[in-house]
């Protein structure tokens, strides 16, 4: 079933912004601040709100129906079936007859219903056909994909979903309350919530208790900096939700600290869910494919705007039938309108999107693809992506580096405790199952307080009480941050004062552990009285350095083979790490990643945006780095030119994973991680980076060769429709001929999306060149024109096709031609190698030309030919054919060989 639907996520993804919309909450909040899109919240739920964050506890949770330990689950499903699951509605489905019209709505199929009803007031019966034939296949094609892409995206949204700690009671009065991770969607008001840093938060909900509780809600408010939450109401006489201090908003999340809180709005009932409806009227602003996109096809209407008038000219006073020369020129604009780059491009980044769920990948956004290809630097963190997901306590020693039980035993109170983000270290430390067996914390000791982790002080604190005596401050971190704040040091029973000679051994000691591969956290402690309950930021000093617990943190198996491939391919690799410089460089020679320089976090701090421009050039390896270093990293390559991609699993790297042009996570990070990417890996391999990258390579090359097959052949046959305009007394081809070339053309290109890309192609990072793509048209062009013209003399001298009454059999010759080398085209531009020989297309598009090729030459020669007025041509003329054919392809390779020595080949 699984494969079944990752099968279907991609056909037809026509609308990729709704796919976006159904995934990112952070996508959508900056689109909100793009925009003049109002943030006031309809009165009724402000009051709501206000009323809420104004409340007593206790009755607000007897007012909501909850208790202090939270909803039994029979409470829950029955407040869920009544309010439904947490979920917002960000776009109602279309009616199917609202949903039809959209699909036909667009200016080509516009522009083709006015050429037939034009046709039909002309009483060309046939031509008005053709044309409604082609409009309601293109309507009917759009409106079935778009149909299925819908139900997909909803199938691979639940595929990556996030979860909430949910405190659950039992019906008797909320006794024995559990812990569970439940689904988002599953919260229902009332609902008691744990939160920790890392964390979604995943509807509105009242703060009831907070510890150091900070919240970015920079996209809803416009607040560049976290802001504090506590379970007090500061100022009680605020009248803007956005200001209460003890109310948090879905779709923000947790910086720093722990708090409880009561779920009080869930889907559409919350502030996110009142904006969803009128951000989604808006547009997200144009990533680099998109716009690279657009640029390509405004190039190609601006010169359909152009030509098609100067042809409707050219044969209005050259033959003076106006009517005629509209319906030609009609036709002329159809033909050079590129109405297959849509479906070209969503088919091909659809089928890279297959390809790599194959591989355990889910594409969020479908445009990433692409930008997979065009990506010529990855920069990623070090733990839990270049590294194992399993990190291994590997040492416990004192401050001379001798093993200490003492401060593996504090290091355990201080993980055991801690309710803020457990990261991977704090899991390490836990494991060892001997301690709590010694230690009993259960029973011996009682949390008094904590100090949660954040990403400036890089330490977090435990208050403990053992058997109500004195308080013991336990604090862990990197070490030159509780270096900080420790005044002395314990060596066995004795305790010395840290004189700067201590500090100079302490950081040897601890520099060779880094330098065996060891990534280490100093603990340090300090007693206390038992009178004080409530500790702060300002209750870390005067601390007394322990130890250091120090941890093995591997590298995957696939990490050395995978930096290896991208290098191959022209991706350079920068690691941004919050580790120290040690650690991080031990683990870059493990994995083969050869150091051009390393920065430190405080170093950058100290530089502008111009020197930094210019060391992020020269520098591979990057240590002791916060959130805003990662992301201003990523900025500033951008800047540089590059297209950055960032791999991360951690709150630390969510604004470098969104500043990327192509953000890449794992499954088994943070929510807030997941929110940010675009990529997500649902395995532990990297290799697949590789394959996302060449995937990405197929994708562009094979769209750009519609755009230069399309560009270039167009060119040519508007050239010739001038010449033979200007010289012949009639219409070279009739508008039907057009159309019906132009549709079988079009059809032999939707093979295109599953051809074969040459290696030499996928070496280099693609990207969009609008400019190269003027000049390949202007370049190859005329090339189809010479045979043009050299049909036009054939059909002329040859077969005495010179005046009206031999109209229809010069326009057959020409449309057989015109059809076969415009098909043929492909072949050529496919590939700078000979076509056939040194390099063959695909299965799929070697035959789909094939089948075109016979039907072009079938239509005149049967019994069909009458209908679309063409006449069947002589044997001589399918005698030279071939000559002409062959001629344009010899020709066409020549000129190749003399563009790839001048600009080369993309």
Known sequence: MRNRILREVFVGFVRTRRMVRHFSRLALLETLGRTGVSRELPAAQSKALIAAAKADAPALLQQIGSTEAGLSEAQADAVRERVGPNEVEHEKPLPWWMHLWHSFRNPFN???????????????????????????????????????????????KAMVSNTATVLRGSLQGGQGTQRLELPIKLLVPGDLIALSAGDMIPADCRVLTA????????????????????????????????????????????????????????????????????????????????????KVSWLLIRFMFVMAPLVFFINGFAKGNWLEALLFALAIAVGLTPEMLPMIVTSTLAKGAVFLS??????????AIQNFGAMDVLCTDKTGTLTQDKIFLARHVDVWGEDSDDVLELAYLNSYYQTGLKNLLDVAVLEH????????????????????????????????????????????????EVLAVCTQVRHGAEVEPLTPALLERIRAVTAGLNEEGLRVVAVAAREGPSTQEVYGLADERALTLIGYVAFLDPPKDSTAAALRALAEHSVTVKVLTGDNELVAAKICREVGLAQQGVLLGGAIEQ???????????????FAKLTPLHKERIVRLLKANGHVVGFMGDGINDAPALRAADIGISVDSAVDIAKEAADIILLEKSLLVLEQGVLEGRRTFANMLKYIKMTSSSNFGNVFSVLVASAFIPFLPMLPIHLLVQNLLYDISQTAIPFDNVDEELLRQPLRWQPDDIGRFMVFFGPISSVFDITT??????????????????????????????????VHMIRTPKLPFIQSRAATPLLAMT??????????????????????????????????????????????KGIYMRRWGWQ
């Open 110 to 156: 516009l522009l083709l219903t006015l050429l037939a009803v034009i046709s039909l007031l002309t009483h060309d019966l046939k031509g008005a056909l053709v044309i409604s034939t082609m409009v309601v296949l293109s309507t009917l094609l759009r409106f079935w994909q778009e149909a299925k892409s819908n139900k997909a995206a909803d199938a691979l």
């Open 211 to 294: 510890k150091d509780l900070f919240v970015a809600q920079a996209a809803m408010t416009g607040e560049s900096m976290p802001v504090e939450k506590t379970a007090a109401l500061r100022d009680a006489q605020a009248d803007n939700p956005l200001e209460l201090d003890n109310i948090v908003f879905m779709g923000t999340n947790v910086v720093s600290g722990s708090a409880t809180a009561l779920v009080l709005a869930t889907g559409n009932g919350t502030y996110f869910g009142s904006l969803a409806s009128r951000v989604i009227a808006t547009d997200r602003a144009p990533t680099s494919f998109q716009a690279g996109v657009n």
């Open 358 to 367: 194959r591989k355990k990948v889910i594409v969020k956004r479908l445009d």
């Open 433 to 480: 199952a001997e301690v709590s067996s010694s230690l009993e914390p259960a029973r011996n000791f009682r949390k008094v307080d904590e100090i949660p982790f954040d990403f400036t002080r890089r330490r977090m604190s435990v208050v403990v009480a053992e058997h109500d005596a004195h308080h013991l401050l336990i604090t862990k971190g990197a070490v030159e």
């Open 607 to 621: 530089m502008s945006d111009q020197e930094l421009a210019r060391a992020v050039e020269s520098h591979n390896l």
């Open 792 to 825: 036009f003399a054939m059909m002329w001298y040859l077969f005495d096709a010179q005046t009206p009454a031999q109209q229809t059999l010069f326009q057959s010759g020409w449309f057989v031609v015109g059809l076969l080398t415009q098909t043929l085209i």
């Open 850 to 895: 094939g089948l075109i090729m016979a039907v072009g030459v079938f239509l005149p020669m049967g019994p069909l030919a009458h209908y679309f007025k063409l006449q069947a041509l002589p044997p001589l003329y399918f005698a030279l054919l071939p000559l002409i054919v062959l001629g344009y392809m010899t020709l066409t390779q020549a000129m």
